[in-house]
């Protein structure tokens, strides 16, 4: 049975979606949004854990990402100010680096920040002289990434330069407004690993490592593979530094207000409405159909799923050309990351700031090396974060697929593991916790949809990026069936929290209907 029949629906509510649907329903677009678990929010959902056996209560954590903020223009342009959302970054949280010997490295993205230089300093004076420059190059090279970000990509080799030549012209004066140093050290970084690129600015071993740990972070990556530098100055521009953004209210909060601007524009939400099939008639799209049967007619729809799921799951490959089949297959995922979440009683020790576990280049190397014989890095890389008495472990590596035995029989080890490690600098964590709670790679894929695991519903490789995203060919956001677009982070723009590709996404829907 057909219901209502609405301008747009979004396939997820996660923080892309939900930028999308905002800029759809502002230009006066009816919306629905479908999500098919109980909480909007996607990644940025707050999620509960339920009380132990042995507790009276259970706590409650961003589950995914201890921080992160939307474009700042992304935030202006919604009025997201309105909803409780401040767009202004927390440039001054501090990346802190756990030593072997017991000491920490205290690292601000400021070239001028005193507790920064001097920490360096006791390592190395020549990288401390070497910081100011490196912040500087860091900072114009996210520029530009942003400026990319917000630049659609048209579908090579067919470009249309009287519609799209402008836009690719302001990115080539963007990269040359770098200046030429500059403009040339971008474009030989972006294919560098973190050992080639950290060993051209800086001597000594723990500062090298504590940047390369940002930079393979969420990437299925080592400290020796090729495009480490690409992901390094992309997590820098979505960081605004090294370490995480604080966000008043935790990274839920970004989807907090997102919603509650959707809402206030007249858009809908339906929670707990899963999407079984993408409605395709004649190459074109007319709508979608829940999993209890309900359909829904829509001109547009747009998917915030990854696209491998969007494409292959929801709209399957009977419908689509067998080659673009094929290449949607190929899409690489290769999800490896862990949770861990403590509740303490409070004693944990853990200060505030994005803390990192990542001793040199070669425990990074080491730890990714686990991964690919589908082995849980018994040495793992882990980024640790505190928020009043929950402490949370990101842990890297931990690949979806496991050889010769399963996540499930592994979640204890895994749990054990991570809470040794990092109470190896912090001895009084151990015995402060009080519940245990851990998100493994396959709960992201069975609870959250993420294909294998990825949090960024493809890997962000120098294959898989710009015009190549998520298909080369495919990289405006348009699908083989007419209606149906892509504005997930598995698309231009995309990959974290900054809300770009959806943002994008909509953007291409409402030029297009305008000239239709």
């Not at 959902?45 to 995914?64: H, I, K, Q, Y």
């Not at 030989?188 to 800086?202: H, N």
Request: with cysteine.
């Amino acid at each position: 049975m057909t219901t209502n029949t609405y301008d747009a629906i979004l396939i997820g509510a996660g923080h892309n979606a939900l930028v999308a649907a905002n800029y759809l329903a502002r230009a006066g677009r009816k919306v629905l949004v479908l999500e098919r678990r109980d909480v909007a929010g996607g990644q940025l959902a707050r999620e509960s854990f339920p009380a132990a056996a042995d507790a009276d209560t259970g706590f409650t954590v961003d589950p995914l990402h201890p921080g992160g903020r939307l474009r700042p223009d992304i935030v202006a342009d919604l009025g997201l100010a309105k909803f409780g959302l401040d767009a202004s970054p927390s440039s001054k949280s501090p990346c802190i680096a756990l030593l072997p010997n017991g000491s920490r490295l205290h690292l601000v993205a400021d070239g001028k920040d005193a507790a920064t230089l001097a920490s360096i300093r006791a390592l190395s004076d020549k990288d401390a002289q070497r910081w100011p420059a490196f912040v500087a190059f860091m900072d114009k090279a996210a520029g530009f990434l942003d400026a990319a970000y917000r630049t659609p990509m048209p579908r090579l080799p067919n470009v249309d330069w009287r519609k799209e030549g402008l836009p690719l012209a302001k990115l080539g004066w963007a990269l040359r407004r770098l200046g030429g140093r500059n403009m040339f050290g971008l474009i030989r970084a972006l294919s560098m690993s973190m050992v080639e690129f950290t060993e051209e600015w800086f001597e000594s071993e723990p500062l090298r490592a504590a940047i390369a740990a940002v930079g393979i972070h969420g990437h299925t990556l080592g400290s020796m593979s090729a495009g480490g530098g690409f992901t390094l100055i992309h997590n820098w521009l979505l960081r605004g530094g090294l370490a995480h953004p604080s966000v008043a209210g935790g990274s839920a909060r970004i989807a907090d207000a997102l919603i509650a601007a959707l809402k206030a524009r007249g858009g809908e939400i339906r929670t707990g409405a899963e999407v079984a099939k993408v409605l395709v008639q004649h190459q074109r799209v007319r709508g979608v159909r829940l999993v209890n049967g309900e359909e829904i007619a829509a001109k547009t729809v747009l998917s915030g799923a990854d696209p491998r799921r969007s494409l292959l799951g929801l709209v399957g490959a009977v419908e689509l050309p067998p080659e673009f089949v094929w290449a949607t297959q190929s899409i690489r995922m290769r999800g490896s990351v862990a949770k861990v979440h403590l509740r303490t009683d409070g004693s944990h020790g853990i200060p505030a700031g994005t803390l990192l576990h990542a001793p040199s280049l070669k425990y990074l190397e080491r730890a990714f090396d686990a991964s690919k014989y589908g082995e849980i890095s018994q040495a793992p890389y882990l980024e640790i974060t505190a928020n009043g008495d929950v402490v949370s472990l990101h842990v890297q590596f931990a690949p979806h697929a496991l050889r010769g035995t399963t996540w499930e029989s592994q979640r204890g080890a895994l749990e054990r593991l991570a809470i040794a490690t990092a109470g190896g600098h912090f001895p009084a964590l151990p015995a402060s916790i009080r519940q245990t709670a851990s998100i493994l790679p396959t709960d992201l894929e069975s609870k959250w949809s993420l294909t294998e695991g990825d949090l960024n519903h493809g890997q962000l490789q120098l294959d898989q990026f710009f015009f190549m995203r998520p298909l080369p060919g495919w990289s405006n956001h348009r699908t083989p069936i007419d209606g149906l677009w892509l504005c997930g982070a598995g698309v231009h723009g995309g990959g974290g929290i900054s809300g770009a590709s959806g943002r994008n996404a909509a953007r291409a829907v409402l030029k297009s209907n305008s000239t239709m």
